[in-house]
């Protein structure tokens, strides 16, 4: 009764199922802390039959997986899926794959599911019906031939602000950097139309030749060029002005002929929150949690499980891999047990906290489990964290975490954002307050959260309420510059060591920095 999804291109994962239920995901970069880690097609490694053997022993050990029913995969070279002994092997396209991620983590039984990208065995944009009821309950009725992923980074490989990758790797970074810049700048009318005759021209998924189109366009003459001041944040700003108008226009006559249907994005561009915020404004939207390449192993299990409940992904990755040396490290850094009272008077006494608790997150987003968490009412935080904890930069905002029943207190929205899909207004009254949560241009990319998704968060921020009379902490993602979100209490306490961060909570025990 085991089921094996299997994605094995950049974000790699597995997804293991067991009666109908999703146990677990494992994301190859947490495995081997290497970001958007793959196993084949994109910076793949050589040790992949060793990585494969290594996570099939891991799900035996833990679940008793000797053999599965079915492995249902996707770009995945040479037939190692049957690493994996199964009775059948499936593969699915890339984008279906995305919309069963995405119809069967929502609670709607139909739905029309947009799922876009940057490119793969289905093109770059597919939208779908999704029904649960039905045998088959994924049906494709549009292909688009825009390519939106790779066209919206682009300008970041000519922005001085935006560190310049090899543009194979910028293709995975840059677009949520371009966000975080675009707030800074305007729309600028001259820039419009350039933007979209380059959007329109992206037909295949060939970055290289994206990147040379891009150049000829917007007559620049050498890929070393760097663009900065108004020019640079006007640039960023227009491009995600026409990212919007072009979905608008290719989506409205389909929208409006399923008007009765909610709405799922999938895909990699369902992490451009600007985007999702318009959308949930006038639609009922569910984002997938994992809309990027992370989500697809969930989606290719599901395909065979159809499971019957809503799969609950938040904290669906694996347990810290040195679990077995918590003792250790509790003994040699005198690590304490520390109650929820004390640990909100340390955040606000300003301190920048560490958390390694419980299962990890499944998806690009930390929730409470491997997070950096302080107090945003203090004004320099933000650029604390940006320069001397993670090492990003300036330009680049913060997560606000709240309760589901405060959200609308501080923010202008009234619905939940769990996986911080969305990026709501500040309220006016706030924004000074909670300045580093607050972006350029007012907005927060919140995360709601209730007692029984995370007791220890919610009691947390229930605390800082009681304590300090505002009801928000400041999350981000317990990783530094280039690397993935940390699997390992070694990782954890490097970072400690290291940088101008205060302290851990490893587990339920606190873990003061030395000296």
Not at 27 to 45: D, Q, S, T
Not at 393 to 407: G, Q, S, T
Not at 442 to 464: I, S
């Amino acid at each position: 009764m085991f089921n094996l999804g299997f994605f094995g291109s950049h974000n790699a994962s597995l997804a293991i199922s067991h009666k109908g239920e999703v146990l677990e995901v494992v994301e190859l970069e947490r495995l081997i802390n290497v970001k958007n880690a793959a196993f084949f097609y994109w910076g793949h490694h050589e040790n992949i039959v060793e990585l494969l053997t290594e996570i099939k022993d891991y799900f035996k050990t833990k679940y008793g997986a000797e053999k599965y029913d079915n492995v249902v995969y996707n770009s995945v070279d040479k037939e190692m899926w049957k690493i994996f002994p199964a009775n059948n092997y499936q593969w699915l396209p890339h984008h279906e794959a995305h919309a069963y991620s995405g119809l069967y983590q929502s609670n709607f039984e139909k739905a029309l599911i947009i799922s876009f990208d940057g490119g793969s065995d289905e093109g770059f944009f597919n939208i779908y019906l999704g029904d649960k009821s039905n045998e088959t309950p994924i049906e494709k009725i549009y292909v688009g031939k825009k390519d939106y992923a790779v066209s919206y980074m682009m300008p970041a490989h000519f922005i001085s602000d935006i560190k310049q990758e090899w543009i194979y790797t910028g293709n995975l970074v840059y677009a949520g950097k371009l966000m975080g810049l675009a707030g800074f700048g305007k729309v600028d009318s001259n820039l419009v139309e350039p933007f979209r005759e380059f959007y329109t021209s992206n037909i295949t998924d060939n970055i290289s030749e994206a990147l040379i189109r891009f150049m000829k366009i917007f007559n620049i003459e050498s890929e070393q060029t760097r663009f900065d001041g108004d020019y640079a944040v006007n640039l960023a700003a227009t491009n995600q002005y026409v990212f919007e108008q072009l979905f608008e226009e290719e989506t409205r006559n389909i929208l409006e002929l399923h008007n009765n249907l909610p709405l799922i994005i999938a895909g990699g561009c369902g992490l451009n929150i600007l985007l999702n915020t318009k959308l949930a404004k006038i639609r009922e939207t569910f984002i997938t949690p994992n809309p990027n390449d992370t989500g697809l192993a969930v989606g290719l299990v599901c395909s065979k499980v159809k499971p019957y409940n809503p799969v609950d992904t938040t904290y669906l990755g694996p347990e810290v891999w040195d679990r077995k040396q918590l003792a250790k490290a509790l003994y040699e850094r005198k690590g304490t047990k520390i109650q929820v009272q004390e640990l909100t008077q340390r955040l606000i006494n300003g301190e920048i906290i560490g958390v390694v608790r419980g299962r990890s997150e499944h998806g690009p987003r930390a929730l409470g489990n491997r997070s950096i968490i302080c107090d945003p009412t203090i004004g320099e935080m933000k650029d604390t964290l940006n320069a001397k904890v993670k090492g990003r930069e300036y330009y680049r905002p913060f997560a606000p975490v709240v309760r589901l029943e405060d959200v609308n207190k501080y923010f202008d929205w009234n619905k939940e954002s769990r996986w911080m899909s969305f990026c709501p207004e500040v309220r006016e009254e706030y924004r000074d307050i909670l300045k580093a949560i607050t972006h350029i241009d007012g907005t927060a990319r919140v995360q709601t959260v209730t007692r029984e998704q995370n007791q220890f968060l919610y009691d947390l921020l229930t605390e800082m309420h009681n304590q300090k009379g505002i009801g928000v902490i400041l999350n981000t993602s317990f990783n530094i510059a280039g690397k993935p979100i940390l699997n390992t209490y070694e990782d954890a306490l490097w970072v400690l060591d290291n940088k101008q961060m205060d302290a851990l909570l490893l587990e339920d025990y606190y873990i003061k920095k030395n000296g």
